[in-house]
């Protein structure tokens, strides 16, 4: 009839009966359905009810016990996500889909709808309500890689699959997040691509930058966050709309749904678009972690454990000390051979003239950053044994650092770059291929407003 159905009793804990009704007597149930099609929504809605409540039928499930083998599943769940539509083509076949996470007490699972189940089901289900799921197909997960719930199986819906709207009155104990928080040192351990969640100090917001991918030459817009808890501290990486649309301010205690490992000079997290981002939710994690970095002193905060590292080197570790940059070169010379540490001092000189440039030309493939030189109207990777038709300027720096103690020449490279001059190197080399006299000079204005530790590590042997 179109109307949309509800239920109006009540779901009590797994093994409770669903709205007496059962979807093992729905023929009977659509059959009363037609028969008062033609009355008004309202009555309509009412004998729908009170034949659901006549009847006996399966029991509502646990998203955490579907598998393949289940029949007849009714499931209660709170979606949690809902996926823009995509449009598909394989050969001479097209058409649409789109997914609905889903979130129950027990777990969660993707729910996956295509070319007609889209204009059915799409626009009437709303993310954060409740709805009654059955009689959609249960399959296994074939490639984790694009389902960042921790679920080895889906559902899709089909044309006979139903889903309904539940009130929302409070007695139903889902709610609407449920977190699995991983203390950010215990990511070391786990496999890259690996999708948690995390509860952290959001320490610093980085602005948006362009850079270019290094896969197909697209510009990409990214924005990184500087996130802690009470074991180390790492960076979260956001994508696309996601980075221009965050305004989340720092020292804010933050709930994050959905985040990948990844591994790339140390262990960090990058967001999706199923990444879900909340403010100091009800966790008794949010709590702890709030009370921790309100007590916690400078010194502690600095000496926590960076997973990620300004790149790689031998030697380079969590652990790395924090020390005076006197008390580093003291302790390279007693040892003899390079010594890595770490500081917290200020910039006091970025060289760049003639001798010294900001970047270089750098190999496009992905994974190599080998520099590049121009050969046959192209640039050539020794390392690849390729010509390719354009390079990618990566940043290699020559700073001054100082603190208290003393002064020291550091290189900083392509991330640190990015991370110090807040655009990409390819924005400094268009500028700078935009002078149109010897004289000109590209001028950069650095402005920092904020309170943060920076760490730069480097060795010294003199």
């Known amino acids: 009839s179109g109307m949309q159905r509800t239920y109006t009793n009540r779901q009590g804990a797994q093994g409770q009966g669903v709205p007496q009704n059962g979807l093992n007597t729905q023929n009977q149930v659509n059959r009363a359905g037609q028969q008062v099609a033609g009355q008004g929504v309202s009555q309509q809605q009412n004998q729908y009810t009170q034949l659901k409540q006549q009847a006996t039928g399966p029991q509502i499930r646990a998203i955490a016990s579907l598998n393949m083998w289940i029949k007849g599943w009714v499931i209660l769940a709170r979606v949690t996500f809902k996926s823009p539509i995509k449009n598909w083509a394989k050969g001479n076949s097209s058409g649409q889909l789109a997914s609905i996470d889903l979130m129950d007490a027990s777990g969660e699972i993707r729910c996956t709808m295509f070319n007609d189940t889209v204009e059915k089901f799409y626009e009437t289900i709303e993310v954060g309500k409740l709805y009654y799921f059955s009689k959609g197909v249960i399959k296994t997960v074939k490639d984790k890689r694009f389902s960042s719930l921790p679920n080895d199986f889906e559902i899709t819906l089909n044309a006979s699959s139903e889903v309904m709207e539940c009130p929302d009155d409070g007695s139903h104990a889902i709610p609407l997040t449920n977190y699995n928080p991983v203390q ?104 702890h972690i709030s009370q921790w970095f309100k007590s916690a002193t400078d010194e502690e905060l600095a000496s926590l454990p960076s997973l990620k590292k300004a790149y790689n080197s031998e030697g380079m570790g969590s652990n790395t000390p924090l020390m005076s940059i006197k008390e580093g070169k003291e302790e390279a010379q007693r040892l003899e051979k390079p010594f890595y540490f770490r500081i917290r001092g200020t910039i006091v000189m970025m060289k760049h003239d003639d001798s010294q440039a900001l970047f270089y030309a750098a190999c496009p493939a992905e994974g190599c950053s080998k520099k590049v030189v121009e050969q046959d109207g192209g640039y050539f990777c020794e390392r690849c044994a390729q010509v390719y038709p354009h390079m990618q300027p990566r940043y290699i720096l020559s700073l001054v650092v100082a603190d208290y103690s003393g002064r020291a020449w550091c290189n900083a490279f392509n991330e640190v770059g990015e991370l110090l001059l807040g655009v990409d190197a390819s924005q400094i080399k268009a500028a700078k291929d935009k002078l149109k006299e010897p004289g000109d000079s590209v001028r950069l204005f650095l402005c920092f407003v904020h309170r943060a530790t920076v760490f730069f590590s480097f060795s010294d042997s003199e």
């Not at 610093?204 to 990184?224: A, H, M, N, P, Q």
């Not at 808890?229 to 959905?258: G, M, Q, R, Y």
Request: glycine residues 4%; proline residues 4%.
């Open 184 to 287: 950010l040192a215990a990511i070391e351990q786990l496999a890259p691509d690996t999708t948690i969640d995390v509860i952290v100090i959001l320490g610093l917001v980085g602005d948006v930058v362009e850079i270019t991918s290094k896969k197909d030459g697209k510009k990409l817009l990214k924005r990184v966050l500087y996130i802690l808890d009470n074991t180390a501290s790492t960076e979260l990486t956001l994508w696309s709309d996601e980075a221009v649309n965050f305004s989340i301010p720092p020292n804010t205690c933050l709930a994050v749904k959905n985040v990948r490992v990844t591994e790339f000079s140390g262990r960090s997290l990058t967001a999706s678009r199923q990444t879900r981002f909340e403010i100091s939710p009800a966790h008794e994690m949010v709590e």
